[in-house]
Protein backbone atom coordinates (compact mmCIF):
# COMPACT_ATOMS: atom_id res chain seq x y z
CA UNK A 1 0.00 0.00 0.00
CA UNK A 2 2.98 2.14 0.46
CA UNK A 3 4.24 1.99 -2.69
CA UNK A 4 0.76 2.40 -4.16
CA UNK A 5 0.45 5.96 -2.77
CA UNK A 6 4.25 6.96 -3.18
CA UNK A 7 3.72 6.04 -7.12
CA UNK A 8 0.58 7.99 -7.17
CA UNK A 9 2.55 10.45 -5.71
CA UNK A 10 5.28 10.71 -8.39
CA UNK A 11 3.04 10.59 -11.18
CA UNK A 12 0.65 13.49 -9.47
CA UNK A 13 3.89 15.63 -9.67
CA UNK A 14 5.10 14.83 -12.77
CA UNK A 15 1.72 16.31 -14.64
CA UNK A 16 2.73 19.30 -12.67
CA UNK A 17 4.69 22.49 -14.50
CA UNK A 18 7.36 24.19 -13.14
CA UNK A 19 7.48 27.65 -12.00
CA UNK A 20 10.13 28.06 -14.87
CA UNK A 21 8.30 26.47 -17.45
CA UNK A 22 5.12 28.67 -16.89
CA UNK A 23 7.17 31.61 -16.58
CA UNK A 24 8.66 31.04 -19.83
CA UNK A 25 5.25 29.89 -21.71
CA UNK A 26 4.39 33.41 -20.30
CA UNK A 27 6.66 35.03 -21.73
CA UNK A 28 6.37 34.08 -24.99
CA UNK A 29 2.99 34.71 -24.53
CA UNK A 30 3.75 38.07 -23.94
CA UNK A 31 5.60 37.99 -26.81
CA UNK A 32 3.21 36.60 -28.98
CA UNK A 33 0.34 39.18 -27.85
CA UNK A 34 2.71 42.12 -27.86
CA UNK A 35 3.56 41.23 -31.54
CA UNK A 36 0.01 41.10 -32.55
CA UNK A 37 -0.85 44.57 -30.84
CA UNK A 38 1.89 45.93 -32.82
CA UNK A 39 0.79 44.82 -36.28
CA UNK A 40 -2.15 46.19 -35.26
CA UNK A 41 -0.64 49.65 -34.88
CA UNK A 42 -0.58 50.08 -31.28
CA UNK A 43 2.87 51.91 -29.96
CA UNK A 44 5.18 50.11 -27.28
CA UNK A 45 4.35 51.65 -23.52
CA UNK A 46 1.42 53.27 -24.53
CA UNK A 47 -2.11 53.09 -22.61
CA UNK A 48 -3.54 51.44 -26.26
CA UNK A 49 -0.76 48.39 -26.26
CA UNK A 50 -1.50 47.93 -22.37
CA UNK A 51 -5.71 47.76 -23.28
CA UNK A 52 -4.95 45.41 -26.51
CA UNK A 53 -2.83 43.13 -24.57
CA UNK A 54 -5.68 42.98 -21.86
CA UNK A 55 -7.94 42.13 -24.76
CA UNK A 56 -6.10 39.64 -25.68
CA UNK A 57 -5.80 37.92 -22.11
CA UNK A 58 -9.47 38.42 -21.52
CA UNK A 59 -10.03 37.00 -25.23
CA UNK A 60 -7.83 33.58 -24.45
CA UNK A 61 -9.71 33.23 -20.45
CA UNK A 62 -13.21 33.67 -22.06
CA UNK A 63 -11.61 31.00 -24.66
CA UNK A 64 -10.84 28.77 -22.00
CA UNK A 65 -14.26 28.97 -19.92
CA UNK A 66 -15.96 28.19 -23.03
CA UNK A 67 -13.63 24.81 -23.40
CA UNK A 68 -13.99 23.95 -19.70
CA UNK A 69 -18.15 24.15 -20.39
CA UNK A 70 -18.01 22.20 -23.53
CA UNK A 71 -16.17 19.19 -22.10
CA UNK A 72 -18.40 19.45 -18.79
CA UNK A 73 -21.81 19.27 -20.95
CA UNK A 74 -20.10 16.55 -23.27
CA UNK A 75 -21.93 12.85 -22.85
CA UNK A 76 -20.55 10.33 -21.27
CA UNK A 77 -19.68 8.45 -24.16
CA UNK A 78 -19.38 5.11 -22.08
CA UNK A 79 -23.31 5.94 -20.98
CA UNK A 80 -24.60 4.86 -17.67
CA UNK A 81 -22.23 1.46 -17.92
CA UNK A 82 -19.25 2.70 -17.94
CA UNK A 83 -16.48 3.61 -15.16
CA UNK A 84 -18.37 6.29 -14.21
CA UNK A 85 -21.61 5.43 -14.30
CA UNK A 86 -24.24 5.01 -11.84
CA UNK A 87 -23.13 1.24 -11.28
CA UNK A 88 -19.55 1.70 -10.26
CA UNK A 89 -17.96 -0.55 -7.24
CA UNK A 90 -15.95 2.24 -6.06
Do not use: H
Not at 14 to 19: E, L, P
Not at 28 to 49: H, V, W, Y
Amino acid sequence: MKKLIILASVLLLAGCVSAEQQARYDAAQLQADTAECQRLGFKPATEGMSNCLLKLREIRAQEANTDELRRASAPDPWGPWGPWGPYRRW
